[in-house]
């Protein structure tokens, strides 16, 4: 089966749960393309954590080993973000980040690119206006770069918000 998700760096907890569900009702994650369209494979019904670990695509073989050793098993790649699963034991969800402080560098590691992405589409939008015109005639150049750095603003927005609830936990 395939479905298309779309999700954003703030939303991986709800995108994790998502799968859960998913492999609760005999779907497990099998890949991901870059349309975020995920291919499911047919199986039993189980209780599976999925989490998504920000990195370069290229990580360390140790930092793999690491994870693979404490249970969790690869899945799949998406953008930069890797795939694990591991199986619900005694009801207990399994997380890669269990310390505060490491899932507030990963939030911070995603917060960088969102706000280059920010003011690099707002310094193309300005740059590129025809400002002789009235300021609303845009092309749709324009429009996209506009809607590429809302998006980036508003993914900033929300992961210091998450920050901020880290910190303050």
Not at 114 to 131: E, G, H, K, N
Not at 145 to 156: P, Q, R, T, V
Request: overall charge positive; some cysteine.
């Amino acid at each position: 089966m395939r479905k298309f998700k779309l999700w954003f760096a703030w939303q991986d907890d709800e995108h994790g749960a998502w799968l859960q569900q998913m492999a609760a009702q005999g779907w497990h994650l099998r890949s991901v393309n870059w349309l975020d369209i995920y291919t499911f494979e047919r199986g039993a019904p189980a209780q599976v954590a999925y989490r998504w670990d920000p990195w370069p695509d290229n990580f360390e073989p140790a930092y793999r080993r690491l994870l693979e050793d404490a249970g969790w098993e690869y899945v799949a790649v998406h953008g930069g973000w890797h795939c694990w699963r591991k199986p619900v034991v005694a009801g207990q969800v399994a997380e890669i980040f269990t310390d505060p402080a490491d899932k507030l560098r990963r939030y911070r590691r995603l917060l960088v690119p969102c706000v280059a992405v920010t003011v690099a589409q707002l310094l193309l939008l300005f740059q590129s206006i025809d400002w002789s015109r009235a300021p609303f005639a845009l092309s749709l150049v324009n429009w996209l770069s506009l809607g590429f750095g809302a998006i980036a603003a508003y993914s900033a927005i929300r992961l210091g918000q998450r920050i901020a609830a880290l910190k303050s936990a």
